[in-house]
C-alpha cells in the first residue's frame, strides 16, 4: 500500500470519528448517521487531491458537524 499524506490520514481519521461516533446514538437512528457519514465523503470523493485549500477546508467543517453530531441531544439526522 502506498503511504498517504499527512492530509489523507486526517481524512481517514476523520472518517472513523464520525464511524465510531455512530455507535452513541440510538440504536434505531444509527443507520441515518451511518448512511449520511458515508454520503458526505463520497460526495467529494472526486474531488482534485492537489486542491489542498478546499481539502482543508472540508476538514474543518467535517469536524464542526462530527461536534454537533455527538451532542447528546441530537438523537436523529435527515439526509
Do not use: H, W
Amino acid at each position: 500500500m502506498a503511504k498517504l499524506s499527512g492530509l489523507q490520514r486526517d481524512v481517514l481519521k476523520l472518517y472513523r470519528q464520525c464511524i465510531r461516533a455512530v455507535r452513541l446514538k440510538p440504536d434505531d437512528t444509527r443507520e441515518n448517521f451511518r448512511a449520511f457519514a458515508r454520503e458526505e465523503f463520497r460526495k467529494n470523493v472526486a474531488m482534485d487531491k492537489k486542491d489542498f485549500g478546499t481539502i482543508e477546508y472540508l476538514l474543518r467543517r467535517g469536524r464542526r458537524q462530527l461536534e454537533i453530531y455527538q451532542d447528546e441531544g441530537i438523537r436523529n439526522i435527515a439526509r
